[in-house]
């Protein structure tokens, strides 16, 4: 192999080479991390591979056709490495300082794909190229939903990508250290299989047939074998991003695919799932309409959390006074969430039905994937008492497939961003999302366009405080003054929740005005996607180093029950999503399935159960798979889900409804006494204050 110079090259090599030079100059600020400081090896490495790419043009190269041969056949074997490290930029990680057992699996996985490309085109050039490319598109496609959410990519996001899409304009994109880099190796990549890549092998169709067959071979082999233990790695749930760090994008990918499908519990039978019911003396109420239930109002706010739980953040005013000042006819506390960033529907999947997303696969959402048949919830449990079930999300309806999940959860009208689109008065918006104002107008039109008698439960899912918070045209009200810095994108969060409060004020002050009884649920779903330093800085702590104690305040969020009638006050310490809704039913004296009454006695012993772990009664945390989940108690949950969701054959009857249907047989579920709707559990962290009688809030 020999090299020589091309003046005519040289013409348009040289100047392309100097743009990229220059180019690397104009972008140094993308080279600065949040803390101000330059990412040295990322800068070089940069300038490097820019002088590489002109030397790349300007030579020509002499392949001997004794070796040509050879060299294509070397790419084969030579390229995984590259796409290997070009998807491992993606993931701001040094390939060759992850576990080497790690190391070998991506490699393997990028060769096979190279063997199956290679088998289909049977050209090298094309095969070196196309594996590039795409591992540059997943690479990219990783790190915009790390930096979106906050939350790195996981199987289950593949079956949502078009909402994805539809959300992503809310937040901007900008060019990276990391991007750049990524751009300059892969073009480096593909003018070295240009130049290497050009004698056309032909191979025998039997030789390509056994290539492409290495695919399913490997896979089968990564799947159905111990491999990963005989590579030294095990498999994890706990901060995937770190785990994405440790094993590589493709292999931690990989074997959240081994653990996606759904597997049932051990012991599991619906004899089993009966026998729980039995044993703990659950019995479902009579469903029965009553005129002194009250109206039933559920707000799931966007984004909606209070970040001062996290660490010490002081502002200039506070940013939700009146959530602060609810006392009277009120239950509030902390609630813990399945998600943080985004993740939205598995919140709502939580609250909604009881069930919890700790016993699913990471990565998987209900809405997509289960929620396919008539599901009981809580506005089917409503209906069985009379209710009306009216939905709101004040945006487009095919989000998280809610326009298909509605109506199989028993609500009987979806109002979607069309339906706020149709009104007269065009609907107020904050940015570029319908207010929580203009949302909470639409549940006063409900009420007050009801028949006479009529009792109605909404749930409302409102958006206006989505992510990203770099509007321009959006000015903060709210301006942190602890910790010191600059985090514009965190006082434009601080104000749209300012802005939610004041609206929420405005709800409950009309019902406060209204003789009918109507309870309200506000609750958010996750805390927002901000700048990492922002966290680190309340933390005080690297995110890579945080606890399980610590991690989970990254999931807390508050919520509250204010009624217009008296209703007792309580301060709940700790309470998980799929709790919520049985302690709703419970304050507003309304009747229970069996299953709602299992989870509220299950409740007792442990106040949340959420995808990060488990808080005991006594306070100590658990992180997912430590000993102290192995508790019979959570293992019958587990097989109390997994009857409802997924063995439809088998469902007990009477048990998730209040009542049974007509064509089917009630389960067996003893002669016992039933337990009475309106002895729920005394929280170990629930603290109960006396107060006046009183109507209405202030």
């Excluded at 002499?62 to 070796?67: Q, R, S, T």
Aim: aromatic share 12%; glycine share 6%; hydrophobic share 40%.
């Amino acid at each position: 192999m020999s090299f020589r110079f091309n003046k005519k090259r040289s013409l348009y090599a040289l100047p392309i080479t100097a743009a990229l030079l220059a180019g690397l100059l104009l972008l140094g600020n993308v080279f600065v991390n949040e803390n101000g400081n330059l990412r040295r090896m990322h800068y070089i490495a940069c300038f490097i591979f820019a002088v590489l790419i002109g030397l790349a043009l300007t030579f020509d190269w002499n392949i001997g056709e004794k070796l040509q041969k050879h060299v294509v056949h070397s790419c084969l074997f030579l390229s995984p490495l590259a796409a290997f490290c070009i998807i491992e930029i993606f993931n701001d990680n040094n390939p060759f300082e992850i576990k080497p057992g790690a190391i070998v699996l991506n490699y393997l996985w990028f060769l096979v794909l190279h063997l199956l490309v290679y088998a289909l085109s049977n050209r090298m050039r094309v095969t070196v190229i196309t594996v590039n490319a795409l591992a540059f598109i997943l690479g990219a496609a990783y790190q915009a939903v790390l930096t979106f959410r906050g939350t790195p990519v996981l199987p289950g996001d593949l079956l949502v990508l078009g909402i994805a899409m539809d959300v992503a304009g809310g937040y901007s994109y900008k060019v990276t250290d990391l991007l750049v880099l990524a751009v300059l190796v892969l073009a480096f990549v593909i003018i070295l299989a240009i130049k290497l890549c050009q004698v056309k092998v032909r191979e025998k169709l039997w030789h390509r047939a056994a290539l492409a067959l290495a695919a399913p071979l490997f896979a089968l082999l990564f799947y159905a074998t111990p491999l990963m233990d005989w590579m030294g790695l095990s498999f994890t749930l706990w901060q995937p991003a770190k785990q994405y760090q440790r094993n590589g994008v493709v292999t931690y990918f990989a074997m959240n695919l081994k653990y996606i499908s759904i597997k049932e519990p051990e012991e599991y039978s619906a004899e089993k799932a009966q026998q729980i019911i039995k044993n703990g003396d659950y019995k479902s109420d009579t469903a029965k309409a009553s005129k002194k239930s009250p109206n039933v109002i559920a707000i799931m706010n966007e984004t909606f959390s209070d970040l001062g739980v996290v660490g010490d953040l002081q502002t200039d005013q506070d940013y939700m006074p009146f959530v602060r000042s609810l006392k009277e006819n009120t239950v509030k506390g902390t609630l813990y969430v399945p998600v943080k960033g985004a993740g939205t529907c598995n919140t709502e999947f939580e609250f909604i039905t009881g069930n919890s997303m700790s016993h699913l696969s990471p990565g998987v959402y209900p809405y997509q994937q289960y929620i396919e048949e008539p599901t009981d919830s809580l506005a089917s449990i409503l209906k069985e008492q009379g209710y009306t079930t009216s939905a709101i999300h004040p945006y487009y309806p095919e989000g998280w497939n809610r326009e298909n999940v509605y109506p199989l959860l028993g609500f009987d009208r979806f109002y979607s961003i069309y339906d706020f689109e149709k009104q007269e008065t065009p609907p107020e918006k904050i940015r570029d999302y319908i207010s929580d104002r203009e949302s909470y107008r639409k549940i006063i039109d409900l009420y007050e366009s009801r028949m006479p008698g009529e009792k109605m439960f909404v749930f409302n899912v409102t958006m206006q405080n989505h992510g990203g918070y770099n509007y321009s045209d959006y000015e903060p009200t709210v301006h942190i003054t602890k910790p010191e810095g600059t985090y514009d994108d965190a006082e434009q969060y601080l104000s749209l929740i300012k802005e939610s409060d004041t609206a929420f004020q405005e709800l409950v002050n009309y019902f406060s005005q209204q003789e009918e009884p109507t309870i309200i649920l506000m609750f958010g779903d996750h805390q927002p996607k901000l700048q990492t330093k922002f966290f680190e800085k309340l933390m005080g702590k690297s995110l890579d180093d945080l606890t399980i104690e610590e991690t989970q305040k990254l999931y807390e969020v508050p919520f509250v029950i204010w009624a217009n009638y008296d209703i007792e006050e309580q301060e709940i310490a700790r309470i998980s999503t799929n709790y919520l809704s049985s302690l709703l039913l419970k304050t507003a004296g309304l009747k229970l399935p069996a299953y709602n009454k299992f989870l509220l006695n299950l409740y007792k012993e442990f106040p949340v159960i959420d995808s990060t772990g488990i808080i005991d009664k006594n306070g100590q945390y658990y992180a997912v798979g430590d000993p102290g989940t192995d508790n019979p108690l959570l293992d019958e949950y587990s097989i109390l889900q997994y009857n409802n969701l997924f063995d439809p054959k088998n469902k007990l009857k009477g048990v998730f409804a209040l009542k049974v249907k007509k064509e089917d047989p009630p389960a067996d579920l003893g002669s016992s006494s039933s337990q009475s709707s309106d002895t729920g559990p005394t929280s170990p962290d629930t603290q109960q204050t006396s107060s006046e009688n009183t109507a209405a809030a202030a």
